[in-house]
């Protein structure tokens, strides 16, 4: 693959990730869901702050400092994995799988930060979220909330294990996570990789 190829891949992965985020954002209100098959998926709108294990490093002002660092450290490693990725279509001995699955976890990335980066000045607060005018956006650059919207509550599980609370959700159901499909991407591109292109990476040729 040529580097106009994964340009335009990433493009319409990107595209893709936020044309269902803006819809969602714009046609729902918070924890409102839209049932696609009964009994196991929805699309359900919830936002989170995207501070990892929920630090927020806030001022007297408010201000969320570990958010912003969070968002310059994931800036940081898109630019690593770009970089990375260039490298990998230059030399041209690459397999195609690992170069698809390195473009699908750089949009991925990409897309999430898009979301905290822009969603709070282009937005307005009020769900369904309109196009902010005047001064009506709810968060500056890079302090937006990352939306989310996969929902599949396939059964109850009772008397889940403490360590693995986190795969249930508040009412017990697996799988309680929601996420969105810049994440999707990012997973899915990692267990790919992680199973099928071990070799390359465990190669001395896989250094970028």
């Known amino acids: 693959m040529n580097l106009k190829k994964v ?6 992965l990107l595209v893709a990730d936020q044309a269902l985020k803006i819809w969602i954002k714009t046609h729902l209100c918070l924890d409102e869901a839209i049932t696609v098959f009964p009994d196991w998926f929805q699309l359900r ?3 989170n702050n995207g501070a990892a294990f929920g630090m927020h490093i806030a001022s007297r ?4 400092w570990g958010k912003l660092l969070l968002g310059l450290f994931r800036l940081a490693m898109a630019g690593a994995i770009g970089w990375g990725l260039v490298r990998l279509v230059r030399r041209g001995d690459a397999p195609r799988g690992v170069i698809v699955g390195a473009a699908m976890i750089l949009a991925g990335a990409v897309g999430n930060i898009l979301d905290s980066a822009l969603y709070g000045v282009l937005f307005s607060e009020s769900t369904p979220m309109t196009v ?8 500056p650059p890079m302090m937006g909330k990352v939306v989310d919207m996969f929902y599949f509550p ?20 697996f799988f309680g996570a929601i996420f969105n499909l810049a994440d999707a991407y990012i997973s899915v591109a990692v267990v790919y990789l992680i199973l099928f292109q071990r070799r390359f990476f465990n190669s001395a040729d896989s250094v970028f």
Do not use: K
């Open 7 to 12: 340009s335009l891949l990433i493009v319409l």
């Open 45 to 47: 709108f919830i936002e």
């Open 61 to 64: 002002g408010g201000f969320d």
């Open 132 to 139: 902010a005018r005047f001064g009506g956006s709810y968060a």
């Open 154 to 173: 396939l059964f109850r599980w009772e008397g889940v294990p403490r360590l693995l609370s986190f795969l249930v959700d508040g009412r017990g159901y």
